[in-house]
């Protein structure tokens, strides 16, 4: 016969088996419930719960034009818009309910049809979110958003204008490439950053306002900008090739703040006529005025000490003055450009 200590103890054994075997179900369930999938027998939207009461729209066959989200869907939130949901869809606008916080990667790239949308309430745009939307015209974004990925807007063709807002200070690389509609482009203050061939071939942008909040500009930033007519060169970290191709770009005035001219930052700039350098920069980069037909006169002090290779090649009727054995005049001579001594 069993004693009583021992059937104690059994009946602990089978109680604390029954109480882990019951955790582990609710953690399965609970496990099982994040990233289900569903469709909406009411509104034929595709879905995956992303918690107890958000769900993240997965795409969907919209029999309107121009659909509308409702805010839920089978009793959950809708606050998420899911990478390629809506690629190459031929919907001509889309109405987002304000609890939609992030719009992922790609989810309405290559909408040709796409001609309007409004992302006040949006906090993320993903990478490429709304590229190769050539209808594209209207964009309006809130001050909620504080995240944009790679090539957002990119080859958005009839884009016109852009307003970023306050809540934003890096604008991504690509951000806006290939928009070749877009006249304007307002900035905020407490913009910090611009990435690399962010408006590059937006030939109608028209002299955009840069924020002296601005620490970098990445290369090739405004590249084949063909309408960009005066810049500003500060104190800020700039890529290559920043206003290379700008081919209307005739005013160009260099802060006293500035350190360097970057490579190939001003080359194919065929309207510039006049380069006045200030003191206190002492490196002129490759190639930063190749190709610079029109550029009759560069005026460079003898702080400049490196003038990097082919920096005014092409240059034919350039006449640099410089103080006398200055780098610049025996950059000049070297090259057999026109020299004018100045003291």
Known sequence: MKSKKNNNAIHRVIWLTAALLAVAGALCIAGCNSGKSGTSSQTDWEYEIVSDSCIRITGGQAKEEMPVIPEKIDGLTVTMIGSEAFAGSKMSGISLPGTVRTVEDSAFANCASLKQIDLSSVAVIGKQAFSGCTSLKTVKLGEELNEMGAGVFEGCEKLMAIVIPSSVSVLPERAFSGCKGLTEATFPDGMTQIGAYAFSDCAMLRNPILPDSLESIGEFAFLSCQSIEIVEVGNIKYGR???????????????????????????????????????????????????????????????????????????????????????????????????????
């Open 241 to 343: 090739g920043v206003w290379m191709d700008c081919r209307r770009l005739k005013n160009v005035t260099i802060t006293a703040r500035t350190n360097e001219i970057g490579d190939y930052l001003f080359a194919g700039c065929v309207s510039l006529t006049k380069i006045s350098i200030p003191e206190g920069v002492t490196s002129i980069g490759e190639s930063s005025f190749h190709f610079c037909t029109s550029l009759k006169r560069a005026e460079i002090p003898e702080t400049v000490s490196n003038i990097g290779r082919n920096a005014f090649s092409d240059c034919d009727s350039l006449v640099i003055a410089a103080p006398e054995t200055s780098a610049a005049q025996r950059y000049a001579v070297s090259f057999g450009i026109k020299y004018e001594k100045v003291s």
